[in-house]
């Protein structure tokens, strides 16, 4: 293999072919070591001496020699990175990136060289809701995509992992909730090793049988995939929640991520104001919620929808219960082995795993869906909406 330092001293007209190392990956797929690493010196050193816009040209050049492509892994529109005002921007989504690596991918970015028409039916990966727009079109056009997002555990400081689904933002292709006994056994301490201290998972009721109702509604950037308007959604939610009960609602709109982890996340703020219930949409949220023990109520495409309620009335008395241990350890583990580092993006572990578990999966979608694309302006929503698979 060749050196690193050697690596770093390849012009811009000699990374395509030179290396023994990129010949290799781009006739043989994902190789045994690290090959993002290389990849990023390489990154790293043409952003020193030329752009980073040029850094990412060559790098897409690469990935154009490949052949037999299985998945077009797909990184923002140069375009978008240049409009944002942050400093320092690092001109590559690395877990899109890393997926390159792991598959017989081709990195690319938004743009007119990404034909979603449906006359290529190569599938594609997107990390973020900032792909609505081409997510979309996969739907409309019969691609199949992959959806990568924060990860369900784990992610308690830095975000190591992050969750993947095939056609759909969320596990919702399952029959059935899987048995605790049908993984094996390092399938389920990939939850184990993440289980937060002092969680509830185990127990059978809920934590607590009084207390005020959360209600964590999803972003307008959540709402805008789907079409809604996110503020009346809060309202007729709140509205049809009063028909069923008198307790406190607290409404939990999503605060940012340092805020999260400066110590003011769901979990604390639950267990602080003893909600005897959530109620959320898409969110992750309800996991959150179900982790230590408290029912929640589900109203959108959820991984939690298979075991969790997805009607406001049961709020209504003490009709909510806490699903079974049994239904949330096999939920929880399973959603474990969805969700990768990029390591193991990168080493092929997480292809070969979605394909092993989600192979089957169609996309889900509201029964009004229409794409962003085609909308004229935000619909009102029903407060569930009804789904067809």
């Known amino acids: 293999m060749i050196k690193y330092k050697k690596f770093i001293k390849l012009k811009h007209s000699d990374i395509q072919l030179k290396s023994k190392v990129i010949e290799n990956y781009l006739t043989e797929g994902p190789l045994p070591k690290d090959p993002a690493r290389v990849f990023k010196k390489i990154l790293y050193d043409l ?45 590559y989504d690395a877990f899109i990136f890393a997926m390159s690596f792991g598959t017989k991918g081709r990195y690319m970015r938004q743009g007119p060289d990404l034909d979603l028409s449906g006359k290529d039916k190569t599938p594609c990966l997107f990390r973020g809701l900032g792909k609505t727009f081409d997510i979309h079109k996969c739907i409309e056009n019969k691609i199949d995509y992959y959806y990568i997002d924060t990860g369900y555990f784990g992610n308690e400081k830095h975000k190591l992992y992050h969750r993947m689904h095939k056609n759909n933002m969320q596990a919702l292709h399952l029959k059935k909730v899987p048995h605790p006994n049908d993984f094996e056994q390092d399938e389920k301490n990939r939850f184990y090793d993440l289980m937060p201290k002092g969680s509830y998972w185990t127990a059978e009721n809920n934590r607590f049988q009084k207390g005020p109702i959360m209600f964590a509604p999803p972003s307008q950037k959540v709402m805008n995939f ?27 709109k999503k605060p940012g991520r340092r805020e999260r982890v400066l110590g003011n996340s769901l979990t604390r703020a639950l267990l602080k104001n003893e909600c005897r219930a959530l109620i959320t949409y898409n969110s992750i949220a309800a996991i959150e919620a179900l982790l230590i023990g408290i029912p929640a109520i589900v109203l959108g495409q959820n991984s939690a929808s298979i075991i969790a309620s997805g009607r406001i009335s049961d709020i209504h008395g003490r009709r909510l219960k806490l699903p079974s241990w049994k239904e949330r350890a096999g939920l929880f583990i399973y959603l474990a082995n969805c969700q990768f580092t990029e390591a193991e993006m990168t080493s092929g572990f997480a292809w070969k795993k979605i394909q092993e578990y989600q192979h089957y999966a169609k996309p889900v979608v509201p029964s009004n869906f229409v794409p962003i694309y085609k909308r004229k302006k935000f619909t009102s929503n029903e407060l569930k909406d009804e789904f067809k698979r």
């Open 47 to 91: 952003q020193e001496h030329a752009s980073p816009e040029k850094s990412m040209r060559a790098v897409a050049d690469l990935f154009e020699a490949r052949k037999d492509i299985e998945l077009r892994c797909v990184d923002s529109s140069w375009e978008k990175l240049k409009n944002q005002d942050k400093d320092n921007i690092t001109p």
């Open 226 to 252: 789907y079409g809604y308007d996110v503020d009346n959604y809060i309202e007729k939610t709140h509205y049809e929640l009063r028909k069923y009960t008198d307790d406190k609602i607290i409404i939990r």
